[in-house]
């Protein structure tokens, strides 16, 4: 088994802000694993939020023994983006190996196109309301925030796109107060759902309070590890496979949580479509389908995921799995 490890950059079509910075590209890991004359990748976006770096991703991936499958790897890396590249690129090696797609190979039926949301950066009210109206076509728009100025910039979201459903990310940036104080304008502007409106680890705040919006755990929700702790705070969970580490958790989680009660949001970092095409399969079904990663993008890989009016599409056999 030969494991290749490249280093990608994708340039964004525009800025992008979040409560805890900007950048102008997508930085990801590129894995390729070959057995026998076939060969499979996935993609991952290392993760400053969780400690991860480009180079303390790659030692991971180098620290694995010469031989390892997917069911062993879960052993071998913890939950995190180097397991997501390996594990998505044995999915895509078995697919190839086998001659068939990954769907079949997991018993899932054939996956379909889901209505993905479009993210709006944080910026000025006006600035967002111009995004928003240039983006008012689409039926789902994703709003970052998590400023002490944020009723200002959703009022101008909705001013500049009266009709999308719309969720809103925190980005951990509000606090129980916060959310309590926002949640009947949240109400009377349509807002569908909040992602991590607190600190992950500091939520407790969130036990048993009145949530007229429901919640969705992202930073506090990584694998099934993270369950129980979620119990009386969230109403859904933000799947991400490079939380997870990989689809093969993923999966695991989708039908774990949804046991429970939860309700499945399937999310990404911003990176190419080979990093969406897994979270496809993921996504068949959920609440919220939030892989608008490869619209942010300047340039994509060959082979792209495709947006249309349906929403994205499941990879090509050319792409991914």
């Known amino acids: 088994m030969q494991i290749e490890i490249t280093r990608d950059t994708f340039p964004l079509a525009e800025v992008f802000t979040i409560s805890r910075?900007?950048?102008?590209?997508?930085?990801?890991?590129?894995?390729r694993i070959t057995l026998g004359g076939v060969s499979g990748w996935g993609e991952c976006v290392p993760y400053a939020r969780y400690?991860?770096?480009?180079?303390?991703?790659?030692?991971?991936?180098?620290?694995?023994?010469?031989?390892f499958d997917r069911t062993t790897l879960q052993s071998l890396l913890p939950a995190g983006a180097a397991r997501n590249a390996v594990d998505c690129a044995l999915w895509d090696l078995e697919a190839k190996q086998a001659g068939k797609r990954v769907w079949e190979l997991a018993g899932l039926p054939a996956p379909h196109p889901e209505i993905t949301a479009y993210t709006l950066s944080l910026d000025t009210p006006e600035k967002m309301e111009a995004q928003a109206a240039k983006h008012a076509?689409?039926?789902?728009?994703?709003?970052?925030?998590?400023?002490?100025?944020?009723?200002?910039?959703?009022?101008?979201?909705?001013?500049?796109?009266?009709?999308?459903r719309i969720v809103v990310d925190a980005n951990e940036g509000w606090s129980a107060e916060v959310y309590a104080d926002l949640a009947p304008h949240l109400v009377r502007l349509g807002v569908a759902m909040v992602e991590q409106p607190l600190p992950a680890g500091?939520?407790?705040?969130?036990?048993g309070i009145d949530r007229p919006v429901p919640l969705c755990a992202d930073e506090s929700c990584h694998d099934?590890?993270?369950?129980?702790?979620?119990?009386?705070?969230?109403?859904?969970?933000?799947?991400?496979?490079?939380?997870?580490?990989?689809?093969?958790?993923?999966l695991a989680l989708r039908e774990d949580a949804q046991a429970r009660g939860y309700d499945i949001m399937v999310g990404c970092m911003v990176g190419s479509s080979l990093a969406m095409a897994p979270a496809t399969l993921l996504a068949q079904g959920a609440?919220?389908?939030?892989?608008?990663?490869?619209?942010?993008?300047?340039?994509?890989?060959?082979?792209a995921l495709r947006f249309d009016e349906a929403g994205v599409h499941p990879p090509e056999a050319a792409l991914w799995g």
């Open 287 to 303: 609440m919220v389908t939030d892989l608008d990663g490869p619209l942010l993008l300047a340039q994509d890989r060959a082979h």
């Open 137 to 164: 076509h689409r039926p789902l728009l994703k709003i970052k925030l998590g400023t002490p100025d944020d009723m200002a910039r959703l009022e101008a979201v909705r001013r500049g796109a009266p009709n999308p």
């Open 202 to 207: 500091d939520d407790e705040a969130l036990q």
């Open 224 to 250: 099934r590890a993270s369950l129980p702790d979620l119990i009386g705070k969230y109403d859904m969970v933000n799947i991400k496979l490079d939380k997870t580490g990989g689809l093969t958790e993923a």
């Open 51 to 67: 400690g991860e770096t480009l180079e303390t991703v790659t030692t991971e991936i180098e620290s694995l023994p010469e031989r």
């Open 21 to 31: 910075g900007s950048r102008t590209e997508a930085q990801v890991l590129t894995v």
